[in-house]
């Protein structure tokens, strides 16, 4: 069956490290997959987009990885900040071609200690 | 722009009785989704909707959930009769097309039914 797997943890660094959050998924071939922050109370805000072609994709501070031969995704905070603390979802099309229609891993929450 | 408006942004009811969520997209998006959030499921995709179109609503519980949208930016959730298993917080999202864009999520209802 397919299955999109977040660390379900919370991950705790110390303020000024890089944090790295993984998203694996099992029997997708999705053309594309996105990276979302959401904070408590809120919906989910949009960070990065990466497609299937690129490995690798930078914003700021964030980088995000893309290996579909190891079905896996790494999101990269680098020189975290307590305000970077928030609960991280992965997304991925469902493969059926470019529909929109997104599947969303249930989240790794991330905490920056100062 | 106000972003995607939702309401209510809580809504508290009895088992049975009928529930309608509320939503006002991004002008100028053409796609539209619903989505529900809990604790054991993550976020799952309802139902979304290109151009006013439903295109995809595999993820409609059952009959007791329908959604419409009658023209651009106004679409609505309905729940009849609401089960204490539907609590959850119900987001809906636009984007622009419905490929690859970036969805833009608004703040949620959060519904308990008792």
Known sequence: SQKIEQNSEALNIQEGKTATLTCNYTNYSPAYLQWYRQDPGRGPVFLLLIRENEKEKRKERLKVTFDTTLKQSLFHITASQPADSATYLCALDNGSGNTGKLIFGQGTTLQVKP | ?114
């Open chain 2, 1 to 114: 722009d106000a972003g995607v408006i939702q309401s209510p942004r809580h809504e508290v009811t009895e088992m049975g009785q009928e529930v309608t969520l509320r939503c006002k997209p991004i002008s100028g998006h053409n796609s539209l989704f619903w989505y529900r959030q809990t604790m054991m499921r993550g976020l799952e995709l309802l139902i979304y909707f290109n151009n006013n179109v439903p295109i995809d609503d595999s993820g409609m519980p059952e009959d007791r959930f329908s959604a419409k949208m009658p023209n651009a930016s106004f679409s609505t959730l309905k729940i009849q009769p609401s089960e204490p298993r539907d609590s959850a917080v119900y987001f809906c999202a636009s984007s622009l097309r419905s490929s690859t864009d970036t969805q833009y999520f608004g703040p949620g209802t959060r519904l308990t039914v008792l």
